[in-house]
């Protein structure tokens, strides 16, 4: 379990550490409503990408170019080339176009002792919803789909003349229509333009709505992790429905950031597993240290194949020190309880 062998999934779980649930909450899937209790056992990826469109990566590049020339700083290193989005594979089909393809490479997590993966994409990066059901019932891996607008550079261009309300709306039609699990990822590019906190209060809004968890983008390297969580906070969300994402990007020795985004009750995600992934186990290390192993998160934004969050990253941590005990809890209950809603809303058959 975890590859960190059979022993480990042995373990017996401390008395009174199991996570509780509200009556009627369940975890949204493409397919079915899951008790939280039916995923136990198994980790959960909070953050992944299925399908993303063919000029994302083109536009990731161009949008971080813009920050870097509007802060006077020189252009990124052409090499060594940032791993892309989504499984590396070599030339061949394109696995995001087929969802054979995509679905093959989704039930390999099976073996990863891996129950459930959660999508981060949605239609102005790219996806479409109908590829990802394919996905999930080809698989027979249970995919929560999650929902919004991404950020700045990927908004379509109503958005800045939509007004709060209008957004609101249109979100709450998407998690019904797309019988979202969560919506995510929701970002800031860089400094937090007015629509993304137009946007990030709409959010906030449509969650209380609905009662779908919020996790979010961050801007490299991690700006904005405060103010968003101001932000949603500010429209009633509570910070234990929120993870604030990429924190891995931001490296402090003091974790300050990190630090407070915990003690608020929010989840810290480290999502990039997999791709230059080093810097963050001391930061992990430092946070279990300090008591906030239940704000934890970790998945890997699809760097390069979706098991290598366990196979790769949490063998690294226990090699640091890590329990078996801990680091199933951060795979297996912390995902659940984060997922985990009481519909306000009836699930769209």
């Given at each position: 379990?975890?590859?960190?062998?059979?022993?480990?999934?042995?373990?017996?779980?401390?008395?009174?550490?199991?996570p509780?649930?509200?009556?009627?909450?369940?975890?949204?899937?493409?397919?079915k409503?899951?008790?939280?209790?039916?995923?136990?056992?198994?980790?959960?990826l909070?953050?992944e990408?299925m399908q993303l469109?063919?000029?994302?990566?083109?536009?990731?590049?161009?949008?971080?170019?813009?920050?870097?020339?509007?802060?006077?700083?020189?252009?990124?290193?052409?090499?060594?080339?940032?791993?892309?989005?989504g499984?590396a594979?070599?030339?061949?089909p394109?696995i995001?176009r087929?969802?054979?393809?995509?679905?093959?490479?989704?039930?390999k997590?099976?073996?990863?002792?891996?129950?459930?993966?959660?999508d981060?994409?949605?239609?102005?990066?790219?996806r479409?919803?109908?590829?990802?059901?394919?996905?999930?019932?080809?698989?027979?891996v249970?995919?929560?789909?999650s929902?919004?607008?991404?950020?700045?550079p990927?908004?379509?261009?109503?958005?800045?003349?939509m007004?709060?309300?209008?957004?609101?709306?249109?979100?709450?039609?998407?998690?019904d229509?797309d019988?979202?699990?969560?919506?995510g990822?929701?970002?800031s590019?860089d400094?937090?333009?007015?629509?993304?906190?137009?946007v990030?209060?709409a959010?906030?809004?449509?969650?209380?709505?609905?009662n779908?968890?919020?996790?979010?983008h961050?801007?490299?390297?991690g700006?904005?992790?405060?103010?968003?969580l101001?932000?949603?906070e500010?429209?009633?969300?509570?910070?234990?429905?929120?993870?604030?994402?990429?924190?891995?990007?931001?490296?402090?020795?003091?974790?300050?950031?990190?630090?407070?985004i915990c003690?608020?009750g929010?989840?810290?995600?480290f999502?990039?597993?997999g791709?230059n992934?080093?810097?963050?186990?001391?930061m992990?290390?430092?946070?279990?240290?300090?008591?906030?192993?239940?704000?934890?998160?970790?998945?890997?934004?699809?760097?390069?194949?979706?098991?290598k969050?366990?196979?790769?990253f949490?063998?690294k941590?226990?090699?640091?020190?890590?329990?078996?005990?801990?680091?199933?809890?951060?795979m297996?209950?912390?995902?659940?309880r984060?997922?985990?809603?009481?519909?306000?809303?009836?699930?769209?058959?």
């Open positions: 379990m975890f590859g960190l062998g059979a022993a480990a999934a042995a373990l017996p779980r401390a008395q009174g550490q199991a509780t649930f509200a009556k009627g909450a369940v975890i949204r899937t493409l397919l409503d899951y008790a939280p209790e039916e995923l136990a056992g198994r980790a959960t909070f953050h990408h469109g063919t000029d994302f990566n083109a536009r990731f590049t161009a949008a971080g170019a813009a920050v870097r020339a509007a802060n006077g700083q020189a252009p990124a290193p052409t090499a060594p080339k940032a791993a892309p989005k499984p594979l070599a030339k061949g394109d995001m087929d969802p054979d393809l995509m679905a093959a490479e989704v039930a997590v099976k073996d990863a002792g891996i129950a459930c993966i959660v981060a994409g949605h239609a102005d990066s790219g479409d919803i109908n590829f990802l059901r394919a996905v999930a019932v080809k698989s027979g249970p995919i929560v789909a929902g919004g607008f991404y950020a700045q990927w908004y379509p261009p109503e958005i800045s003349t007004s709060e309300d209008q957004i609101v709306q249109a979100l709450i039609k998407q998690a229509d019988v979202l699990g969560a919506f990822e929701i970002g590019w400094e937090m333009t007015r629509d993304e906190r137009k990030f209060r959010i906030g809004r449509a969650h209380v709505a609905t779908l968890p919020i996790f979010t961050t801007g490299i390297p700006k904005g992790a405060i103010e968003q101001d932000i949603l500010d429209q009633g969300v509570k910070p234990e429905r929120v993870v604030i994402g990429h924190m891995g990007n931001l490296v402090d020795i003091n974790l300050y950031v990190h630090k407070q003690k608020r929010a989840f810290v995600g999502d990039r597993q791709n992934d080093t810097q963050q186990v001391p992990v290390m430092a946070l279990l240290e300090a008591g906030f192993a239940k704000n934890l998160m970790f998945s890997s934004d699809a760097s390069s194949g979706y098991s969050t366990v196979t790769v949490l063998p941590l226990k090699a640091a020190g890590a329990s078996d005990e801990v680091l199933r809890g951060i297996q209950d912390n995902p659940r984060f997922l985990a809603f009481v519909p306000k809303r009836g699930r769209k058959k």
